[in-house]
């Protein structure tokens, strides 16, 4: 929900994942570690207010500061040295190293200065009417699992929306088909219902995020590439992606999508071969029979994406055998190194700097550091890794490309994991509302473009508000 409620310098492009500029003009870098960015003089607060420079160093100290609490705080205070104003307009970010990904970080929401320096805020100061954000809603109330967010400006299809948090895909179709809602991001099990509805719109967007088998780089014959090779010939990607979720996914060639900036098809492909699968885990030394642990979280959809996932490798020879665990017991045993192969998800891949904490060396979880990234996987690879920092060092978007294609090249080689596919985000929304165009970035800010048949009346609450 953040861009409803707060707007940063820069957003990103809801189908390439580029950043673009928002409430700041396009920023320069003056060298290597030193980026200027202007706020654009029509860049206003939701009580009309300017959005000044003052207010841009006052929103990054605040996630910087020793204090805060913030999740963001570790990957800020890596990146940034420090923030200042030059002008009232002008905003220096000095970098404690080159860093290609900083106008991806510059989506940080802005707040006034003195809200930013108030104090993080609980649930009651969320409500309070001195809370001054830059979008176009803000909070009028919350609580468990619900939040109301008003309409700041008169006009558009509803003055307000309200969020309502639900955790099973049963309750959600049926609140929906009740009239007890009237938008919602469906899981893949409920698209048949709402797809060919006449009284809903279905609409869907390409994510930056990626479905894949990772493999225990560091587990007997997993170590080697010609074994996890083999093993991706066996699976049938599209067929799996096109059982699981329809038309709203595309098998994987890598682990990023082909609408990415970043992405290249020029990898070496992995095709569903399970003839010369069979053969070429023999060849390999793989006894058939070979059994292995197949982890994944307990969500219907993941086990029965698991449960496909084991016929395919039973027929080269290989035993999978599928354990669902609570998500926390699932990741805690990943990071521990206790597992053959898990099935997961990257939700987001925006910016390839990502790739670095997914796969990079300096990465991987260990008992003095279980939280040094999440190359769960033990892959180690110094090419890689030589990419992933050229990427990271390299300014714009022509520059960082080719090390990302190599990267996508050394991976697609190597099959520390082999990805699956990309999933699109789906929502449904309830007639007479129409105009559904959702962002692959997850980002709430695109029913701001929802219209509405007819006219709304004063007294038509319920619709008004959902």
Known sequence: MGRLLFRGLTESDPVTFLPRPALGERGRWMDATHYRVRVRTDAKFQDGRAVSASDVVATYESVLAPTSRS??????????????????????????????????LLQLGILPAEEARAGEMGP????????????????????????????????????????????????????????????AELKPELYGVFEHRTD???????TSG????????EHGLLQRADVRRALGMAIDR????????GRHAVPATGVLPPTHWAYTGDVAALPFDPVAARAALRSAGVPVGLRLVLRVSNQRFAVTAAQAL?????????????????????????????????????????DPRGLSFWFGSESIPTAENPGAG???WRYRSAPLDAALEGGLR?????????????????????????????????FALRRPFRGLVPRGDGQLDFLLGVTRDGAVSASDTASQRR
């Open 200 to 206: 809903f719109e279905v609409a869907s967007a390409p």
């Open 124 to 183: 009651a100061d969320m409500t309070s009417s001195a809370r001054v954000g830059s979008g176009a809603m803000r909070v009028s109330a919350a609580a468990r699992d619900l939040l109301t967010l008003a309409r700041v400006a008169v006009g558009g299809s509803f003055r307000a929306l309200d969020v309502v948090t639900l955790h099973d895909p049963n309750t959600l179709a049926l609140r929906l088909l009740h009239g007890e809602g009237d938008v």
């Open 374 to 376: 999440g190359n769960r």
């Open 238 to 245: 599209r067929a799996l992606g096109s059982a699981m979720l």
């Open 210 to 217: 990626v479905t894949y088998l990772g493999l225990h780089c």
């Open 310 to 350: 084991a016929a395919m490798l039973a027929d080269v020879g290989v035993e999978l055998e599928v354990r669902p665990s609570e998500l926390a017991t699932l990741l805690g045993d990943l990071r521990a190194g206790r597992f053959d192969v898990a099935l997961l998800t990257v939700p987001d891949l925006s």
């Open 71 to 104: 999740r963001l705080r570790g990957t800020y205070t890596r990146v940034l040295r420090s923030v200042r104003a030059l002008d009232a307009r002008e905003v220096e970010f000095e970098l404690t190293a080159l860093d290609g990904s900083l106008e991806t």
């Open 394 to 426: 390299s300014l714009g978007a022509a520059a960082r490309r080719p090390h990302y294609e190599q990267a996508q090249r050394i991976l697609a080689a190597d099959l520390p994991v082999v990805p699956l596919w990309h999933a699109d985000v789906v």
